[in-house]
């Protein structure tokens, strides 16, 4: 059975960092497109960063650039999202996203990921 569960989420003052995990399980891909979406109140759910596994090739929100940081730990199955200098727009519930046996080819909208996790919530405070 395929299960993705986050970690990482919390509270956290604008400018700090913040390091969120997610444990991927039961896959057996050889390659796949990772990424990681939020979803503030009213809003789209939106993609953050995406990372073509095994080759870490890597794409970004315009919002993630220079702040965040992808990355994908293979000997422990799990993707990482690392945020940096937050901001209170920054606040959403984030959410890990896999589409396995597939490239990127780009940040991908929702539509493109077939397993999700449950998120896990990031609240930045002014």
């Known amino acids: 059975q395929v299960q993705l569960v986050e970690s990482g989420g919390g509270t956290v003052q604008a400018g700090g960092s913040q390091r969120l995990a997610c444990v991927d399980s039961?896959?057996?891909?050889?390659?796949?497109?990772m990424a990681w979406f939020r979803q503030a109140p009213g809003k789209e759910r939106e993609g953050v960063a995406s990372?073509?596994?095994?080759?870490?090739?890597?794409y970004y929100a315009d919002s993630a650039k220079g702040r965040f940081t992808i990355s994908r730990d293979n000997a422990k199955n799990t993707l990482y999202l690392q945020m940096n200098s937050l901001k209170p727009e920054d606040t959403a519930m984030y959410y890990c996203?896999?589409?396995?046996?597939?490239?990127?080819?780009?940040?991908?909208?929702?539509?493109?990921?077939?397993?999700w996790g449950r998120g896990t919530q990031v609240t930045v405070s002014s």
């Open positions: 996203a896999v589409r396995a046996d597939s490239g990127c080819g780009g940040l991908r909208d929702r539509s493109y990921f077939t397993d």
């Open positions: 039961g896959y057996g891909f050889r390659s796949a497109c």
């Open positions: 990372i073509y596994h095994p080759g870490r090739t890597t």
